[in-house]
Each structure stands twice: as C-alpha cells, then as structure tokens.
C-alpha cells in the first residue's frame, strides 16, 4: 500500500495544525519549482546516455529467412489457356523458392464434358503433355451413389482432372498444387495436387502426382480445358524455407 508523508495537516478553517512525522521537506516537497528543477531536459538527458549506451550506424533487420510470397495472378475468361512462363509478364519459377504453389480460385470451362488440365513447360518456351505422367485418386458422390477412382495416365499433363468441368461460374472446382524443385535438372518436377468441387450434378475430392517422365529443368505450367476454352483464375506463390 502507498503512504503520502506530509509535514502538517491545516485544518479547514486554518486555526490549528495536525503534526505528523516523517514528513516531507526541502526537495521532497511536491512543488511546480522543484518539478522544474528535476525535469529531464535534453542536456541532462545527454549527459544521462554514456558513450558506452550511445548508438551510432545504421540499425540494419535481419532479412527474412523463410518466406510465402505471391508471385503473379492470372485471370482468363473464356480463354485457350492461362499460362505462367518463367521470365515472362513477370513470373518467376527457378531457384529463387524452395518450392512454388498454385492456388486455383475458380475454374470451369465454357463446353460441358471436358477434364481440366496442366503441362508443364520443359523447354523454356512452349507447354506440352507429352512425356509426363500422373497418378490420381478421387472420391465422388454423382447422381445420388458415392464412389472411389484411382487412375495412373500418361502423356495428359502433370494433372488431369477426374471431374468433367461444369459450364457454369456456380459450378466450379478450386485447387492448390504444390510444385518441388522445377529448377533442379538431377531431378523429376513433382506436381501435387489438393482439389475439389462440383458439376451440377457431381460432387468430388482429389488428389494426385504428376511429372515429367524425366529428370530436368521445369520452367512453369499451363492450365487449360480438355478441349474449348475455360474461365479460370489462378495465383503462383514461392515458398522459401531458409
């Protein structure tokens, strides 16, 4: 508990004192002078900080040492494709990431009954399927009865959707698709996808692996109907682990 010391206690009509001891005298009294008197001014403020304390520099923050960055989102509408390309409108897709992802906000296509698809790029220039090969696994519940498929296919892309897309922006499917080491030619680009969605009358969960048949540099992917054009929004992220 906090005391307050005085000296003496007027009384309210100023006829006598109450004595109290241990009170407060000379500098110890609470007075506009001796508030003055003990400010903290710059000078006693600089006499303060020592040259032991004084900092001098430039204060400098540690970079980041892992980091998830958005890189570039591509929207298509009614488009042959949505493509990410190394070095083009501003993707990047080498070494600067451990690893890269995908996120897939939306797509459907604007012909019913087509698969949604994504080549890589293994030459630095173009997209193509062939010498790729993927696994996938999905459970469905279509037309009122659930089911399982498990399928292993290739020369269709790194990914092959095992819905047929639906028409309509109420129908879509959205997925996430991690990439690992597309810059690394000693190894095969792992393509691994998290998808899910509907048809109107389908509703699925995915999962699958894809890759070049071979080890060597990846440089991005394409993303694109079956056959005939799609809408479709997609966003590429780096992740950097050290």
């Known amino acids: 508990m906090s005391t307050i010391k005085v000296d003496t206690i007027t009384t309210r009509t100023g006829s006598g004192n109450i004595t109290v001891s241990n009170a407060l005298s ?24 020592s040259t032991n304390h004084t900092f001098s520099g430039t204060l400098t923050v540690p970079a980041a040492t892992s980091a998830y960055q958005h890189i570039k989102t591509i929207e298509g509408s009614n488009a042959s494709s949505v493509d990410f390309l190394h070095g083009s409108n501003g993707v990047t897709f ?11 906000h939306y797509a459907y296509n604007a012909s019913g009954g ?10 630095g220039s173009s997209f193509s399927a062939s010498n790729t090969e993927v696994m996938r696994f ?3 519940y279509e037309s009122g009865s659930s089911g399982t498929t498990a399928l292993k296919e290739t020369n269709l892309g790194v990914w092959r959707s095992l819905l047929n897309l639906g028409t309509a922006a109420d ?14 030619s000693d190894k095969r680009t792992i393509f691994m996808t998290d998808a899910g969605g509907r048809d109107p009358s389908n509703y699925y969960r995915e999962i699958a692996s894809g890759n070049p048949t071979s080890a060597g540099r990846t440089y ?15 966003s590429l992220y780096g992740i950097k682990t050290a």
């Open 26 to 49: 000379g500098n110890d009294i609470i007075s506009t002078a001796n508030i003055a008197a003990n400010a903290v001014t710059g000078a006693k403020l600089a006499s303060t900080i």
């Open 138 to 140: 999905r459970c469905i």
């Open 171 to 184: 129908d879509p499917i959205t997925a996430r698709i991690q990439v690992a080491h597309p810059y690394d």
């Open 114 to 123: 087509t698969s949604f698809h994504i080549d890589p790029s293994q030459n």
């Open 220 to 234: 991005g992917a394409r993303f694109r109907a079956e056959s005939g054009n799609t809408y479709a929004k997609v």
């Open 94 to 104: 080498d070494n600067t990431f451990d690893m890269y992802e995908f996120i897939v």
